[in-house]
């Protein structure tokens, strides 16, 4: 057996609706570990886009660490996905956060000893790339085989609320902490005893967690069939472009939130770690409405709604004229943020047979890695113009590509085939795996 199944009980409050996953024991196990990886995640975020800003102030530099980010996710990602479907994805995952955790041990060592250099936590960046590569579609498709049907979709939106609470206490905090005796480096400790605490819990949770179907054929092969298997479903097809879409524009806004907070509004890191913390105060209410809706048929208008809003509210941040104000945009922009990620992640669930999960949610995530690709290109526009410019164009951008996409999505039916379930008859038609001919 891969996968436990969930230990739910007839009538308990959490059986019904949105929280309906956290009635497995091993989902909530799981669930936890997600909260203490990204409260860690947060902070190290916070913490090295100060230390990169302090250390050349320059909004270029902060970007150029996405940049190394983005380079190592891209083609890592790919591989990621069909080791994940053919390995356990609880070691995979587990092994993932034991990588960062010795990432951020290095780091806070570094910095200790007083000799961090900017090239270090660029390279640092390389190293998380490859990491969440493996983490993150590994830990989704954990999930849609520990909770299966509509709990799947639920139980990784419910995963992006982990991400929001982590968002919430990790940013403010770290930023709070670097001002104190324990400094960059004693924080860089500390994000990594959350890694490791991480680590230990998920591989607690019981079960191996293998692909139903040992996988044949090549890697490339399997990897061929994955993205057939994506072209083949416009619904999923349309999830992938938007993913893309959205990553190259309206999400890099958090790329000039140093500059913002710092030049434009003249704060410090406190305040840095308070906005970053604040656009995650919508996003976990956020969470539960879109765990609650993900599996209706209204939600993929939802998911192309907020994409295209997202866009906007970035404008709005750009337009700011105190810090007060942003603070309360930045509230909505991280309540919009938070709801396209959710819709985004769990509707490929929705959409994905179990068998390609790892390389459909490999195929999501590997958008992100554009963050890293623009970033500099919008880091350098925000030192020409400046912060404000840069936000508006950014976002403009994106609600205008967005609205493209919905166009495209009409003209190949991509609501209709959303509403279309991934059997097991339909999916060998869209990709049948290698080797299956031969065993017909």
């Not at 409260?39 to 916070?46: D, H, N, P, R, S």
């Not at 139980?155 to 709070?176: C, D, K, N, S, Y």
């Not at 809003?309 to 309540?335: E, H, K, M, Q, R």
Request: charged letters at 10%; hydrophobic letters at 55%; one cysteine or more.
């Amino acid at each position: 057996m891969n996968a436990p199944a969930a230990d739910t009980q007839s009538g308990s409050r959490w059986s019904r609706g949105a929280f309906a996953p956290l009635a497995s024991g091993a989902y909530r196990r799981l669930w936890t570990a997600t909260l203490i990886q990204f409260l860690g995640m947060m902070t190290a975020g916070v913490v090295r886009a100060f230390l990169a800003y302090d250390l050349t102030g320059s909004n270029t530099a902060v970007a150029a660490q996405l940049f190394a980010f983005g380079l190592a996710l891209f083609p890592s990602m790919f591989w990621a996905g069909v080791i994940i479907d053919r390995f356990s994805r609880k070691t995979v995952l587990s092994g993932a956060q034991v990588l960062l955790m010795v990432q951020a041990l290095l780091l806070g060592l570094l910095t200790l000893s007083g000799v961090l250099e900017y090239w270090m936590l660029f390279s640092q960046s390389l190293i998380e790339g490859v990491s969440v590569a493996f983490l993150v579609p590994s830990r989704q498709a954990m999930t849609g085989q520990l909770l299966g049907g509509e709990g799947a979709g639920r139980g990784v939106v419910l995963q992006q609320g982990a991400m929001g609470f982590g968002r919430v206490l990790g940013p403010i905090g770290g930023g709070w902490l670097v001002g104190t005796l324990l400094g960059a480096g004693g924080v860089f400790l500390l994000i990594a005893l959350c890694y490791g605490v991480a680590a230990w819990m998920t591989f607690r949770v019981p079960g191996e967690f293998r692909s139903e179907e040992e996988s044949q054929g090549s890697f490339l092969e399997n990897l061929a069939a994955g993205l057939r298997y994506v072209r083949g479903r416009p619904a999923l097809r349309v999830t992938v472009i938007t993913a893309y879409v959205v990553a190259l524009t309206s999400i890099p806004y958090f790329v000039l939130l140093p500059g913002m907070v710092i030049d434009v509004f003249g704060r410090d890191s406190f305040e840095l770690g308070a906005i970053t913390s604040a656009s995650s105060v919508g996003a976990i209410a956020v969470t539960i409405w879109a765990a609650a809706v993900v599996h209706r048929p209204s939600a993929w208008g939802l998911f192309l709604g907020t994409s295209f809003v997202f866009g906007l509210v970035v404008v709005a941040f750009g337009l700011a004229p105190t810090f007060p104000i942003a603070l309360v945009i930045i509230v909505l922009l991280g309540a919009v943020e938070m709801g396209y990620i959710a819709f985004v992640l769990g509707l490929g669930m929705a959409y994905s047979h179990r068998r390609y999960d790892g390389r459909v949610q490999a195929l999501i995530v590997s958008s992100f890695s554009f963050l890293g690709f623009v970033s500099i290109p919008i880091g350098l526009v925000a030192d020409a113009i400046g912060v404000r410019g840069a936000l508006i164009i950014e976002g403009l951008a994106g609600s205008l590509l967005v609205a493209v996409v919905v166009l495209y999505s009409r003209r190949i039916g991509a609501a209709e085939d959303a509403r279309i379930p991934a059997d097991e008859e339909r999916i060998r038609a869209l990709a049948p795996e290698p080797g299956a001919a031969g065993e017909e």
